[in-house]
């Protein structure tokens, strides 16, 4: 009975810890910042909700199914892909060809879309009989960094094997390791922050090449486009993700060491271990195993190993136990089923052998043990690697010289996912056409905000604007004795503020009778602890469908409904400058029981480097839009010019509140 009981709190023990997040995790969780332990614990609280949703989508086959379609669309819409680019002309080309021991090999380079170039080797075998079509793989390269020669030279070996046993095999090189090297680490290291209001993520260039790379494979005649399958390890384990999920012409998906979940990405920390490619923007804050399950009821070999810190068993275990749950749904659980290597990141003899067969028994019919993995590797100290085929001779673009002088890989991150083109309204139209905006911002930038955010709550300086989120809001000029209060300003402070004079403070008097200051999280007394990379709390929090910026005009609106709720008869205003501006604007947007804003200084732009960042903004609007849809309300403008002032003009124009526009230098 002892036994018995020990057991049970060890699986109560074990389940409580699949729940709440426990489990590995990747490093100390950051201390040397006071707000450090309270946005770590809101990350992991609202990542909990996010994760347990999944238990909705399985609630049955049929309501499944009747999501399937949305699910789809919300993918590709998060992986910058929807509504889907057209396709375009791949251009493929073939710059040159090399003869093998049983197997061909094609340097070949197609484009994606125009001018985004994709090369790649395709292994194919040396005989194939006259009207023969071959099962395929697109094998997706993990991150090995192989210069100029691309990432596809190291992984040369899989696709000799694939070839020798009847398969046509293109192995395809990453936007960043590529030939033509670009730019994974946007966020992660280059503080291109814009990325995340452009909506784009490298994540979706890796989809899109790897579509388009079955798009080349079944335009071949040798290739049977009935039977594809798409593998590779880490980076491309993930890619393996994001293409099955997205192209249901993949029959057999292979990821190695691709997929962990949000428990373990976030309130474990896993993500500071991975590059930008490995992530979408969770737009819609979907618990991140549904991705995985977009597959279904299509063949899939979930494998890992055991030893990995940043796919650690624990999330492993609940990735594939809901896989597992989803597949018994259709009738299909002999369809999916998971591997695991005993060592740490990287293909082993077992790991090649199980992908193999899995690959062989489905494609094939062929379920028989692989003996022949360990042909072909390349072996070798790492700073003295040999290769099967000398890495140069694989090269697409032999010669620098040979590159192309049009491609936009090293841009492709300001072309591959379009700007909203918005053109001000017509005198008349004001409403229909800013309705529609501001719905379209609600659904995608600011999808986790409810109807209504509720008056922050506290009494003092120290207030609560969701729970477990500290908003600092201090009086800063009161109002002269004596003098009837009619208005309140909020001034939105930025989170890195520079000295603030009392005669500045005393200048907002002009647009209240009294100005409080706010101090939004992760500034002042509840900042938090940066590294660059990787991160951390910046990126953890587009996991989960918003940004630090969209919380801070949380913080900004719970601030106004509370000064509201202390002033119920008065006007409340809010103001701000430079980035704080924005945060301001928005608030204003979304919650109309602010009178009114005050904008110095504003960014033109969300593609500015200081200006906040919102999920998907600008494939909707801009900032100049966004302070024109503030009409009729009174908005002064100060120390703008230029056309994004004459923008916001017209806007107040067609909405026949000129009047309330105040501009000033």
Known sequence: MRLLRLLVVVCVMAWVGVGS???????????????????????????????????????SLEHWKSERERFGQEYLYMLGLWPEPAKSPLQATITGTLQGD??????????????????????????????????????????SNAGRNGNKAPYQAHGIWFARHGYVCLVVDTLQLGEIAAIHH???????????????????????????GID?????????????????????????????????????????????????????????????????????????????????????LFTNSDQDPIFPMDANQRVINRLERLYSLYGAGDFVDSFVSIGGHAYRQDIRQAAYRFINTHLQNDPRVVTDSEVDLVTGPANKREYPIGQEKLRVFPQDSDIPKDELNTTIDRHFVPMAKVKPPKPGEYETWRAPIVTELRRVAFG?????????????????????????????????????????????????????????????????????????????????????PPNYVERAHVL???????????????????????????????????????????????????????????????????APQFLNVLRVCDIPDVLGMLAPRPLTLRGWEGEAQAKVARIYAAA????????EP
Not at 120 to 138: F, H, I, S, T, W
Not at 476 to 496: F, I, K, T, W
Not at 594 to 605: F, T
Request: aromatic share 8%; proline share 7%; with cysteine.
């Open 186 to 212: 946007g966020t992660y290291r280059e503080g291109r922050w814009w990325w995340h209001s452009r909506g784009y993520t490298s994540a979706g260039v890796e989809c899109l090449n790897g579509i388009r």
């Open 216 to 300: 080349y494979l079944i335009s071949r005649p040798d290739v049977d486009p009935e039977r594809i399958a798409v593998t590779g390890i880490s980076g491309g384990g993930a890619a393996t993700f994001w293409i099955a999920a997205a192209d249901e012409r993949v029959k057999v998906a292979v990821p190695v060491s691709g997929m962990a979940d949000l428990p373990s990405y976030v309130s474990n920390r896993v993500i500071n271990g991975h590059c930008d490619c490995m992530f979408l923007y969770n737009t819609f804050r979907w618990p991140w195993v549904r991705i995985a399950s977009l597959i279904a009821p299509r063949a899939m």
């Open 656 to 663: 026949g509140a000129s009047d309330k526009l105040r501009q």
């Open 102 to 143: 049983g197997f061909v090999v094609d340097m070949l380079h197609y484009q994606s879309m125009p001018r985004l170039y994709v090369t790649g080797n395709l292994y194919r075998p040396a005989r194939v009989e006259k009207g023969q079509r071959l099962p395929a793989v697109l094998y997706v390269c993990g991150h």
């Open 21 to 59: 997040g426990l489990g590995q995790q990747y490093g100390q969780p950051d201390r040397g910042q006071p707000g450090d332990e309270m946005i770590q614990e809101y990350l992991r609280r609202e990542t909990d909700k996010i994760h347990e949703t999944f238990q909705q989508d399985i609630a």
């Open 544 to 610: 989960l469908g918003r940004t630090v910026d969209a919380g801070r005009v949380w913080d900004v609106i719970a601030a106004a409904r509370h000064l509201r709720a202390k002033y119920p008869d008065r006007l409340i205003s809010v103001a701000g400058e430079g980035a704080a501006a924005v945060l301001a604007a928005y608030a204003a947007l979304l919650e109309p029981e602010i009178a009114g804003v005050v904008a110095i200084r504003p960014p033109a732009s969300h593609m500015d480097p200081d």
């Open 448 to 532: 986790y905000f409810p109807e209504r955010i509720p008056p922050a709550q506290g009494v003092g300086e120290q207030l609560t604007s969701e729970p477990g989120i500290r908003v600092d809001l201090r009086l800063a000029v009161d109002s002269p004795v004596g003098r009837r209060l009619q208005s309140a300003v909020l001034l939105v402070e930025n989170p890195d503020p520079g000295a603030r004079s009392a005669e500045r403070l005393e200048a907002l008097r002009q647009w209240g009778d009294v100005v409080y200051a706010c101090t939004p999280r992760g500034a002042g007394p509840t900042r938090w602890t940066r590294k660059n």
